[in-house]
């Protein structure tokens, strides 16, 4: 099964409120990613773990937390919703670093 | 940015026609990874090309890849209408992973 869920597929939320996306895969990936993508731009990595280290760009360092409490489950956290970050998130997994990344379907968040 | 100008954002064309998808990319990468989104799903890889291949095909696909000039390009052969999708480029780096802006392709029956 090369399949990456997430949950939920949609989500609203009310600015100043915190956000909670889950990802989850079955095929023992060691590496968990999550992009935010906006319409006509390109996905844009937000963070990573490799196994159960943490990897966050050094520009959205302060906007997103994450947590993998096993292999098969990440979680991406937003404390407190602004509307710049309704958009579509999508979660992908792969073997390693270098190796073809899996994609969910996305969650895409609409911040009100 | 990891990326240089895209040629296209956009491509309408007719079926059986070919077309040529390019990217360019600012900084050393071992692979460039190409993928396709459908509507309502995430990415998807089609063609996955090494830095040590100049060229690598997969039935109608055929990526190239130039170091040199930092370039890479996908072609799809006789386009049908279910190649209708989004298509990124995509490089992956030390603890990175870069997509390029992405063309959406539209092919008409």
């Known amino acids: 099964d090369t399949t990456v869920k997430q949950n939920p597929r949609y989500k609203l939320a009310r600015v100043g409120k915190p956000v909670n996306l889950i990802c989850s895969q079955t095929?023992?990936?060691?590496?968990m990613y999550w992009y935010q993508k906006k319409p006509n731009q390109a996905p844009k990595l937000l963070l990573f773990y490799y196994d159960k280290i943490l990897n966050r760009e050094a520009d959205t360092f302060e906007k997103f937390q994450s947590s993998r409490p096993n292999n098969s489950f990440c979680s991406l956290y937003i404390g407190s919703a602004g509307l710049e970050y309704s958009a579509m998130y999508l979660c992908?997994?792969?073997?390693?670093?270098?190796?073809?990344?899996?994609f969910g379907p996305g969650t895409r968040l609409t911040v009100l | 940015s990891q990326w240089g100008e895209e040629n296209l954002q956009a491509l309408s064309i007719q079926e059986g026609e070919d077309v040529t998808m390019n990217c360019s990319y600012k900084?050393?990468?071992?692979?460039v990874h190409w993928y396709r989104q459908d509507s309502g799903r995430g990415p998807a890889l089609i063609i996955l090309?090494?830095?040590?291949?100049r060229e690598k095909r997969s039935g109608r696909l055929r990526a190239t890849l130039d170091t040199s000039s930092q370039s890479s390009s996908l072609s799809i052969t006789a386009a049908q209408c279910e190649d209708t999708a989004v298509y990124f480029c995509?490089?992956?780096?030390?603890?990175?992973?870069?997509f390029g802006k992405g063309t959406s392709l539209t092919v008409i029956p």
């Open positions: 095929m023992n990936h060691d590496t």
């Open positions: 992908a997994s792969s073997r390693h670093n270098y190796a073809e990344q899996f």
């Open positions: 995509a490089t992956t780096g030390y603890q990175n992973f870069y």
């Open positions: 900084t050393y990468t071992t692979v």
């Open positions: 090309i090494r830095s040590n291949e």
